[in-house]
């Protein structure tokens, strides 16, 4: 059977894209936040996940404000990286594996999740910069992804709630897929971030920080946490933080931290990262 | 439903984008979404006035967008992922327009990002004194 085997959660500001696509990992700016990512990249390769199930957001990328599904799976076999408006990032086409992504879909739909089924997507920085976070620069990305877009751009998003319930769902799903399969479930986006208006630039590092915490020991009251208290508390941006919830309720209840890295600012953005492991 | 889309609006400085904002601004982050496209950035870039006449904006907005005001098009219903589109295309990082949108220069602004970021503290609620 297959079966879940850790969770990561990062940020993915597309700056950190720009910045490995050309080359300045290593400047001073950038050097502390990809160096907080070298453990990560040590621990997948020897977790060899088949699968990713990548929880992210689009940025009016491949939906505009014609569609606006609340949570889309991606089924197709494969996804093409989005050109954001100045040529698509220069990494590997993601795969896809449309039969998990099937089987997903039927199981959480049959569980009351109204899941948007998508054959054709083109992904964005949400997606492509956890995948170089977590893979580096490889010819072709290790493993399998199933993307999973939430909206969290048009309000309202989904609650915090509706985010863990489908993680759980997600499980079930993965759960009973008769296939022999090591399955991660990424969550990313956040943490605490606004792009917009003159109270762009906000940070919460207390914030930030309750929320690492609590998503190992305490996920049934972050799903408490209402819309107004992300934007007020984490800006605008920080909404994202939902689908770490997705992530979290894909694993068990006693999973535990391995990793955490949080650092201050790429770009507008606190970037915070952490793996858990299912017992 | 009212409760709800009301309790963000003690939140200073910030436009939470709700349906209200989306029809609002439909049209000019349709706009904006065109300028995926290479030809269309091409064609706004020739004659801004006339390629903005394509959409059915109002008046105001096709202002907004010329006089590049970000606070202004988020007003009249802009999206920040949809106004980036027209930072990019200007060649802009989003780091530019956030410090546009928050009346500093580019420099400073990146130096309180450096700095840990604008606090949260007196940015909580219209109350709050420091905004």
């Not at chain 1, 594996?97 to 054709?120: G, K, Y």
């Not at chain 2, 006449?53 to 098009?73: G, H, I, K, S, T």
């Not at chain 2, 930072?87 to 840990?116: H, W």
Request: net charge negative; with cysteine; aromatic share 10%.
């Amino acid at each position: 059977m297959a079966r879940i085997i850790a969770g990561v959660t990062t940020s993915h500001v597309p700056a950190i894209g720009a910045a490995l696509d050309l080359g300045k990992t290593a400047e001073p700016y950038w050097q502390p936040l990809f160096a907080g990512y070298e453990f990560s990249k040590r621990w997948i390769a020897e977790q060899k996940p088949d699968v990713v199930v990548l929880v992210y957001n689009d940025h009016a990328s491949a939906f505009s404000l014609e569609l606006i599904p609340t949570f889309a799976i991606g089924c197709a076999e494969s996804f093409a990286p989005a050109d954001e408006g100045w040529g698509p990032r220069p990494v590997p086409v993601v795969q896809g594996h449309p039969e998990l992504a099937w089987h997903i879909a039927q199981s959480t739909i049959l569980d009351e999740f109204d899941m948007t089924i998508v054959n054709r997507m083109d992904v964005d920085h949400g997606l492509t910069v956890p995948l170089s976070l977590m893979f580096g620069q490889p010819a072709a990305w290790p493993c399998k992804v199933i993307p999973l877009a939430v909206n969290v751009v048009q309000y309202p998003p989904p609650t915090g709630n509706r985010c863990w319930n489908l993680g759980r769902a997600i499980r079930k799903a993965v759960e009973s897929y008769p296939e022999d399969l090591k399955v991660m479930v990424w969550g990313t986006g956040g943490m605490s971030h606004q792009l917009q208006g003159p109270r762009a630039g906000l940070i919460n590092r207390e914030f930030d920080t309750a929320f690492l915490d609590r998503l190992t020991t305490d996920p049934e009251g972050l799903a408490k946490i209402p819309h107004v208290d992300y934007v007020r508390e984490a800006g605008s941006e920080g909404i994202e933080l939902v689908m770490w919830l997705i992530m979290r309720g894909a694993l068990a209840r006693d999973a535990r931290e391995v990793y955490r890295f949080y650092h201050v600012p790429a770009s507008n953005t606190a970037v915070g990262h952490l793996i858990l492991e299912n017992a | 439903m009212t409760d709800y889309n009301d309790a963000f609006k003690d939140i200073p400085g910030t436009v939470v984008f709700d349906a209200t904002q989306s029809r609002l601004g439909y049209h000019l982050n349709m706009f904006c979404m065109s300028l995926m496209k290479a030809d269309n950035r091409a064609a706004f870039k020739a004659d801004e006035r006339a390629y903005l006449e394509r959409f059915p904006m109002r008046a105001e907005q096709r202002e907004a967008v010329l006089a590049r005001d970000y606070n202004r098009m988020i007003s009249l219903g802009g999206n920040i992922y949809f106004l980036a589109k027209i930072g990019a295309t200007d060649g802009f990082s989003f780091q530019n327009l956030a410090s546009k949108m928050t009346g500093v220069s580019e420099e400073a602004y990146r130096g309180m990002m450096l700095a840990g970021g604008r606090p949260a503290q007196g940015n909580r609620s219209r109350s709050d004194p420091t905004l």
